[in-house]
Every structure is written in structure tokens, then in C-alpha cells.
């Protein structure tokens, strides 16, 4: 069974801060894709960036970045520059094949 | 071109009544996925399409769920005998599959607006 879990339901930063979300996962499997979606207040989710389990190099998407640990099935997502745009809820989620198992979420306010 | 779509964005039913969510992913996406989405929880994957297979449906919640994508397009998702606890947002996402390395089937996913189901 994959499980994915995020332990911050809330976090805040002031705009054109840094701010990181955490999410650790477990899975039996070796090969995997890890992703990051936010959905925005009553709007749909949108991919934010996505990581091979296979890859070593972190992923990097303009602002967005993740500290990926395989070792330690560690998955964080950090954001640069925060924009107040991007005050969304986060999940992080584990793919193999066509089955996603997503945490939580995380609420992000940023803070003008 | 159109993202996904979902129809109805809102479906109040009467416990016990049957109701009928439709899904229409973007032209030519091959795979067709279903999610449950709780308040304030993540999504729970209910099942994946693969054309018209349904080569996943492990996550359907009970018998009282079912899926299906005839002709490969469209999907419906049909919940019989509806119970307050299938009171959600009914999430429809599409992708093309590509398989990456590995033997991992790697496609992004868009999602549709959802669902939101209340059931009295």
C-alpha cells in the first residue's frame, strides 16, 4: 500500500518570501513519480512539478523546486519568491502506474 | 484547446436516490481517472480508464459505485442507492499515457472542475 503524508495543514509566508512544504511517503515500490498539485480557492488542480523516483537531480520548475530524498521517502516542495497568487492548498502525491495516492494538502496563505 | 469537463457542478440527491456524473477528458487523452475528494482531505483514487478498459476500479468505495467509458471518451460515474457518506467532490482528471523509463507509466494529469455532491 503507498501512503503519502503532509503534517503542516496550515503555513503562511509573506510575499516575496521562501516558504517549504513538507511530505514523506512510503511505498514498497522502486520505481515512481512523485508529484506537487495546488488548487486554488474553487478553482481546479493544476500540476505544479513533478520528480522520477529514478532521478537523483531535484526537480526545478521557475520559482518551485523540491528536495527530493529517496532514502528517506522525503518529497519537499519549495517556493521562492512567493506571489500572493500562490495561496492555494498543496498536495503532494505518489504515482505508480495509473493509481495516485495524495496527503492532505497543506494550506499556504501568502501574506501581502 | 477545452480543458476537462464535468457535468453536473453541483448534484444535490435525496438518500438513496441514484445519480450519474459525467466526465468529458480532453480530445485524445487516452487515460481517464476518477477521484473522491472529501472536505479538507486530499483525493482518493476510485479508478482508471485506459481507452474504454478500466484497468483499475480498487479504490470504488462499494458495489454501489460504478464506472464506465464505452467508447473510450466520455466517462460516467453512476453511484446507486446514494448514502450521506458519498457526500463529496467527485473529481474527473485525463492524461496521455506515455511510458517513461523504467517500465513506469508516466502522464501528467488535468483535472476538471469536479463534482460537488451533497446527499440529504
Known amino acids: 500500500a503507498q501512503t503519502v503524508t503532509q503534517s503542516q495543514p496550515e503555513m503562511s509566508v509573506q510575499e516575496a518570501e521562501t516558504v517549504t512544504l513538507s511530505c514523506t511517503y512510503d511505498?514498497?515500490?522502486?520505481?515512481?513519480?512523485l508529484f506537487w498539485y495546488k488548487q486554488p480557492p474553487s478553482r481546479q488542480m493544476i500540476l505544479v512539478i513533478r520528480?522520477?523516483?529514478?532521478?537523483?537531480q531535484n526537480a526545478t520548475e521557475n520559482r518551485f523546486s523540491v528536495n527530493f530524498q529517496k532514502a528517506a521517502k522525503s518529497f519537499s516542495l519549495k517556493i521562492s519568491d512567493s506571489q500572493l497568487g500562490d495561496t492555494a492548498m498543496y498536495f503532494c502525491a505518489l504515482r505508480k502506474a495509473g493509481k495516485s495516492t495524495f496527503g492532505d494538502g497543506t494550506t499556504l496563505t501568502v501574506k501581502p | 484547446g477545452a480543458g476537462v469537463s464535468q457535468s453536473p457542478r453541483y448534484k444535490v440527491a435525496k438518500r438513496g436516490q441514484d445519480v450519474a456524473l459525467r466526465c468529458d477528458p480532453i480530445s485524445g487523452h487516452v487515460s481517464l481517472f476518477w477521484y473522491q475528494q472529501a472536505l479538507g482531505q486530499g483525493p482518493e483514487f476510485l479508478t482508471y480508464f485506459q481507452n474504454e478498459a478500466q484497468l483499475d476500479k480498487s479504490g470504488l468505495p462499494s458495489d454501489r459505485f460504478f464506472a464506465e467509458r464505452p467508447e473510450g471518451s466520455v466517462s460516467t460515474l453512476k453511484i446507486q442507492r446514494t448514502q450521506q457518506e458519498d457526500s463529496a467532490v467527485y473529481l474527473c482528471?485525463?492524461?496521455?499515457?506515455?511510458?517513461?523509463?523504467?517500465?513506469?507509466?508516466?502522464?501528467?494529469?488535468?483535472f476538471g472542475p469536479g463534482t460537488r455532491l451533497t446527499v440529504l
Open positions: 482528471a485525463s492524461s496521455l499515457a506515455l511510458l517513461g523509463s523504467g517500465g513506469v507509466t508516466y502522464n501528467e494529469q488535468f
Open positions: 511505498t514498497s515500490e522502486s520505481n515512481y513519480y
Open positions: 520528480q522520477e523516483a529514478y532521478k537523483q
